[in-house]
């Protein structure tokens, strides 16, 4: 429990906060998992590489987890199709 009137607002913005990273996270999340599904094409990596370098620009993950991401849901796609 906050003591100070400072401490109860700071408690208040990290739960907005919190909440609202949760949300990108776990968005981005599922699109990730729709891009790497066995039927899934072009249009679902392209809406997990929005997804994932948004998440990215809005601090949720840092920049270079978010190309690592992409980096190798792109690997994984395209071997999918050469498989294929």
Same mark, same amino acid.
């Given at each position: 429990?906050?003591?100070?009137?400072s401490?109860?607002?700071?408690a208040?913005?990290?739960?907005?906060?919190t $909440?609202?990273?949760?949300?990108? /996270? #776990?968005?981005?999340?599922t699109? &990730?998992? @729709?891009?790497?599904a066995?039927?899934?094409?072009?249009?679902?990596?392209?809406? $997990?590489?929005?997804?994932v370098? /948004? #998440?990215?620009?809005?601090?949720? &993950?840092? @920049?270079?987890?978010?190309?690592?991401r992409v980096?190798?849901?792109?690997?994984?796609?395209?071997?999918?199709?050469?498989? #294929?």
């Open positions: 429990m906050p003591n100070h009137k401490a109860a607002k700071r208040r913005q990290t739960e907005t906060r $909440a609202r990273n949760r949300l990108v /996270k #776990a968005s981005m999340r699109t &990730i998992k @729709k891009a790497r066995p039927e899934a094409g072009d249009e679902a990596l392209t809406a $997990a590489v929005k997804d370098y /948004k #998440a990215a620009s809005k601090g949720v &993950i840092h @920049k270079r987890q978010a190309a690592r980096s190798r849901l792109v690997k994984a796609h395209n071997s999918k199709k050469a498989a #294929a």
